[in-house]
């Protein structure tokens, strides 16, 4: 089972990226799937969750209204649209898993390794 993300890269300020995180050996509706991020010399941080029971998302204070998080159950995938991208959203993003279903930032069962998220202008 595991967790791949994809859709990083580099961008100016201003611009959008999709991240996707797809499942394998997991039915994604079922769980809970948070979207982490960690900036160079700085603590890894819960970003965007998507929860299993009614499809509650949650996002960071200084995200929202820029990034959507999303799923497609069919793709067993989930979408982290990031618009109006800033310099300060560089970093390495990754997807996690929490397999009672709920958004819970310290309680994920297991990690994708991340794909590289760069605002520069």
């Known amino acids: 089972v595991q967790l791949v993300e994809s859709g990083g890269g580099l961008v100016q300020p201003g611009e959008s990226l999709r991240l996707s995180c797809a499942a394998s050996?997991?039915?994604?509706?079922?769980?809970?799937i948070a979207w982490f991020r960690q900036a160079p010399g700085k603590e890894r941080e819960g970003v965007s969750c998507?929860?299993?029971?009614?499809?509650?998302?949650y996002a960071l204070d200084s995200v929202k209204g820029r990034f959507t998080i999303s799923r497609d159950i069919a793709k067993n995938t989930v979408y982290l649209q990031m618009n109006s991208l800033k310099p300060e959203d560089t970093a390495v993003y990754s997807c996690?898993?929490?397999?009672?279903?709920?958004?819970?930032?310290?309680?994920?069962?297991?990690w994708g390794k991340g794909t590289l998220v760069t605002v520069s202008s």
């Open positions: 996690a898993i929490n397999l009672v279903g709920n958004c819970d930032y310290f309680a994920m069962d297991d």
């Open positions: 050996g997991w039915t994604l509706d079922y769980y809970a």
């Open positions: 998507i929860s299993r029971s009614d499809g509650a998302t």
